[in-house]
């Protein structure tokens, strides 16, 4: 197959796509603008099976590079003259990775602003000056990382450049979070073409009104794309049929031994960035131009003789400088055509159809030690389009043996001859500019999150999990060794695992029950937490939920946010060991992807306080991060922000992992835990019939539209309140562990919550109830019964009920039936 320019009177490359899916562009003129900027392909990705792939972006079809700077350029002349005067103030945002290269070129067009782009490679020493997620995005965690703290600081216009505006949700996101931290009034939209539905315009414009500001919007072209019904169903079928067609020979052509190629170091211009991730201003753009000309002849120098047809291809962010080398080679006439185009680790169906955008696949793994880990990237259009060379442009922290045995061996078979040009990596500081910077020594960045379906059952956007899978590791313990080594200074409780518990059908009723009985109280308070958090916290907060007790009421505050206010918040999951500390290299890790300041953390429950003091100490060695915890009930009057202060039932409470994504409790354990890991805990797979996980969330969150005028007028009213924590928790508990004799808070466990994880994980002795208790106890009191253990009830407790462990354990003190006995 060889690609050539397509004539769309003739064969539309989103035919193939059309006719299958039923999907439809629509525009003004019938969208017969639309169809000759954009194809259609098909992607696995659970949220948006298709895919509006650009013919002048020069990302995934290679396209005449003076095209692509063109579509760009004449973009940023047409906000120039939107701006007037203000152009002089402006910045220009682009958004990684797609939009990398055609932000930049609307900076050119605009002539005097400074560019940045957004990026997904964190650098060390660069502290985040804010970050975003994209909703539909195959890879969503976006950094702002300029060199200049106060590139964005400014009050002047911010040009923000996509390659298209759907929903407009990662726009939305993104002035939210920029303009909490440095107001502006005016925003501009750049976009190659515009597909929001009308309700997502409208949205805009509630949106700008709300904000005091104005938002403007520029594309090439504008329309809807219509869906039939069940589109996503369908599309994963396509993919699911022409998969294994996609990876076929094609894409896994072996490179020939001893892989010939010339590399070709680029004479850069000191003090030039290779691109925008840190910031590019006029005058870098000033240098560059006049040493395009140099570049292009060491390339031209490069290229065999009598080169037809020579694709320049850049790199996933990469694509602004490869661009302009490849406008400089097509001007000096060095080939007879020039074509340009990027690599991406976006996976894509390829169909061999002239009718499909995306005829044919490379794959080929990441070598540019990527902080997410290893990972399949792809270059798509290019094998058999007949290319007599390719020139692949790579910074030096790119260019590794992994370049050379993955990307460069790909494209062998494919071309008659293999360029690598290695542009200098910039490293923001250093002086002098621009300077190798090595690819990631033996001590690499830290992983990136466990997400489901292949850690826990959530949602892959619902949670990321900051630990380490030990799902082969035997970890648990019967309950009553594990108390007998806790409590005689043997061993701490995270370095091992109880058994979990497996509810009877009665206890499982009662669940049920519970969850019937509060989901609309669990709703209102997930309600008003979010609300507190978003109205006093940070207008984009990002979620990190105590593992595991907090983490589905970080997916409930997740999916608040998203219902009521269009927000798609990052939401993390980390863990937190009493007497240990919270994991740093969890901290590490999100200091590295995301502004400290904008972290929240989130549990499910106060009992005594102990974590709360807990996290407080741990993050007394990490500026910038807010010890102030917020949980979904305060009954122990600990901290500021909270749902409610009652002490009922929440029915996540009732059960263990099967409510909280099949993840058992976190593991510090030094054998399994090194240095440079994250915290460990299992995924209990086998446990899936019994999963509820899912079905807690979504019966909590169908009740978000009935409480919302509650939470409304509750979050009015405590924002005006005097929260300010009692500890009269504490304070009971003190009292109860002198009066019963325990003489150890860490024994005493109060609120229903802690009640129920002391007679599903530990060795109870004795439970006390506020008397008159009523149907919020009926599982503790099951529970209680199944093991044994006397329920008292007392008067004058702040508490609904508080689980006492057994103060003095040993064998002995378990009976013959297995059940727990008093202490004497």
Not at 157 to 170: A, H, K, R, Y
Not at 376 to 392: E, K, L, S, T
Not at 805 to 811: K, L, V, Y
Request: hydrophobic share 45%.
């Amino acid at each position: 197959m060889r690609s050539e320019a397509i004539d769309i009177d003739t064969v539309w490359p989103g035919t193939w796509v059309a006719r299958r899916l039923g999907v439809r562009l629509d525009g003004a003129d019938g969208g017969e603008r639309l169809r000759q900027l954009l194809g259609l392909a098909l992607r696995r990705n659970p949220k948006r099976a298709h895919l509006l792939v650009s013919q002048v972006l020069g990302k995934h079809v290679p396209q005449s590079p003076a095209t692509v700077y063109a579509a760009g350029f004449g973009l940023g002349e047409r906000v120039r003259e939107l701006l007037g005067v203000s152009a002089a103030s402006a910045v220009v945002l682009g958004y990684a990775e797609t939009a990398t290269g055609l932000g930049h070129c609307v900076a050119d067009g605009l002539g005097t602003a400074p560019y940045l782009h957004s990026t997904r490679r964190p650098v060390p020493g660069v502290r985040p000056a804010g970050g975003f997620e994209e909703a539909h995005s195959h890879a969503t965690s976006h950094l702002l990382l300029p060199e200049d703290p106060g590139l964005l600081a400014g009050d002047g216009p911010l040009v923000l450049v996509d390659d298209e505006f759907s929903t407009g949700n990662t726009v939305l996101n993104t002035i939210r979070d920029l303009h909490a931290r440095h107001p502006r009034g005016h925003y501009v939209v750049v976009a190659l073409v515009d597909m929001r539905s009308a309700a997502d315009r409208d949205r805009l414009t509630a949106f700008a009104a709300g904000l005091g500001a104005r938002v403007d919007l520029i594309a090439l072209a504008s329309g809807t794309v219509t869906l039939p019904e069940e589109v996503l169903a369908k599309g994963r079928a396509l993919v699911e049929r022409y998969e294994p067609q996609s990876a076929g020979p094609v894409g896994a052509a072996a490179a020939p031994a001893g892989l010939p190629y010339a590399r070709v170091a680029l004479e850069w211009p000191g003090g030039v960035p290779d691109g925008g991730r840190h910031g590019f201003t006029p005058r870098h753009r000033e240098a560059l131009e006049a040493a395009l000309p140099g570049l292009a002849r060491q390339v031209a120098a490069a290229l065999p003789e009598r080169a037809g047809r020579v694709l320049v291809l850049g790199t996933e962010e990469l694509m602004y400088a490869p661009l302009r080398l490849a406008t400089a080679l097509e001007e000096s006439g060095a080939a007879a055509e020039v074509r340009f185009s990027s690599t991406t680790r976006s996976p894509v169906l390829a169909v061999d159809d002239p009718g499909y955008a995306i005829r044919t696949r490379l794959v080929f793994p990441a070598h540019d030690a990527p902080a997410d880990g290893p990972g399949d990237r792809y270059a798509y259009n290019v094998a058999g389009a007949g290319f007599d060379a390719v020139v692949a442009v790579v910074d030096s922290a790119g260019d590794t043996p992994e370049l050379r045995t993955g990307l460069l061996a790909a494209l062998a078979p494919h071309t008659g001859a293999v360029v690598l040009a290695v542009v200098p990596s910039y490293a923001p500081g250093a002086a002098g500019g621009p300077h190798r910077q090595e690819p990631a020594g033996p001590e690499p960045s830290l992983p990136q999150p466990l997400r489901g379906p292949a850690f826990s059952s959530y949602a892959p956007e619902d949670v990321g999990w900051l630990l380490q899978d030990l799902s082969a590791v035997e970890l648990e313990a019967p309950t009553e060794e594990r108390e007998e080594a806790i409590q005689a200074g043997g061993a701490h409780y995270a370095e091992s695992l109880p058994v979990e518990y497996q509810p009877s059908a009665r206890y499982q009723e009662l669940y049920q029950d519970a969850l019937t009985a509060s989901a609309a109280r669990v709703a209102r308070a997930v309600g008003t937490v979010t609300e507190t958090v978003l109205a006093e916290r940070s207008p984009s907060p990002v979620l990190v939920s105590l593992a595991r007790a907090g983490t589905p009421v970080g997916v409930l505050m997740r999916r608040w946010a998203a219902a009521r206010h269009g927000l798609d918040l990052p939401h993390y999951a980390v863990s937190i060991v009493r007497g240990r500390g919270i994991d740093a290299n969890a901290l590490r890790w999100l200091a590295a992807h995301h502004d400290p300041a904008d972290v929240v953390f989130v549990d499910g429950w106060t009992g005594k306080g102990a974590i709360t003091r807990e996290l407080r100490e741990a993050l007394a060695g990490f500026p910038g991060f807010d010890p102030e915890i917020v949980v979904l009930a305060d009954p122990g009057s600990c901290v500021r922000t909270y749902g409610t202060r009652e002490d009922f039932l929440i029915p996540s409470a009732c059960l263990n992992s099967t409510v909280s994504g099949l993840v058992s409790r976190t593991v510090l354990r030094s054998d399994l835990v090194g240095p440079g890991d994250f915290h460990g805990a299992k995924f209990y797979r086998e446990l899936a019939a019994a999963d509820v996980s899912t079905a807690f969330v979504d019966a909590v969150a169908a009740r978000f539209d009935q409480v919302a005028d509650a939470v409304d007028a509750e979050v009015k009213e405590l924002l005006a309140a005097d929260r300010t924590p009692t500890w009269v928790g504490w304070a009971a508990v003190e009292r109860i562990s002198e009066e019963y004799g325990i003489h150890d808070v860490n024994l005493v466990k109060p609120g229903v919550g802690e009640t129920t994880r002391v007679l599903l994980r530990r060795v109870p002795w004795k439970i006390l109830a506020q008397r008159g208790a009523g149907p919020d106890l009926d599982h503790v009191r099951l529970l209680a019964g199944q093991r044994g253990v006397p329920v008292e009830e007392v008067d004058g407790l702040p508490y609904t009920c508080v689980g006492l462990i057994h103060p003095r354990f040993t064998r002995g003190a378990t009976g013959a039936d297995g059940k727990a006995v008093a202490a004497p």
